[in-house]
């Protein structure tokens, strides 16, 4: 079983920053591919990044694309959601997620790819 415990979200006003981290444990980290969804109240869960088990391949919808940067550090077994400019539709729970297969932007985009999902973290960004 692998436990994932994200951190770091909070309340911003637009345009600020935050960064989220997720701490993994369980199993061997470097197994897995790791990402972040998040999902607004009556809402459903949406992709917002995900990295491969090396940290070489990133992906993004294009709502977030140039303002979120997701990175890993497989020494401290942890995944970061660096958010800059954020705005006030950035507003959701985030939550972090882990799996062991690396594909498509597509399917990567898909909660049914993820095995293991965080307790999540609130984002709240404020205009």
């Known amino acids: 079983q692998v436990q994932l415990v994200e951190s770091g979200g909070g309340s911003v006003q637009a345009g600020g920053s935050l960064r989220l981290s997720c701490a993994v444990s369980g199993r061997t980290f470097s197994n897995y591919v790791l990402g972040w969804f998040r999902q607004a109240p009556g809402k459903e869960r949406e992709f917002v990044a995900a990295?491969?088990?090396?940290?070489?391949?990133?992906y993004y919808p294009d709502s977030v694309k140039g303002r979120f940067t997701i990175s890993r550090d497989n020494a401290k077994n942890t995944v970061y959601l660096q958010m800059n400019s954020l705005k006030p539709e950035d507003t959701a729970v985030y939550y972090c997620a882990a799996g062991l297969s690396w594909e498509l932007p597509a399917a990567m985009a898909l909660t049914s790819r993820w095995s293991f999902w965080g307790q999540g973290t609130q984002v709240t960004v404020s205009s």
């Open positions: 990295i491969d088990w090396s940290g070489g391949s990133t």
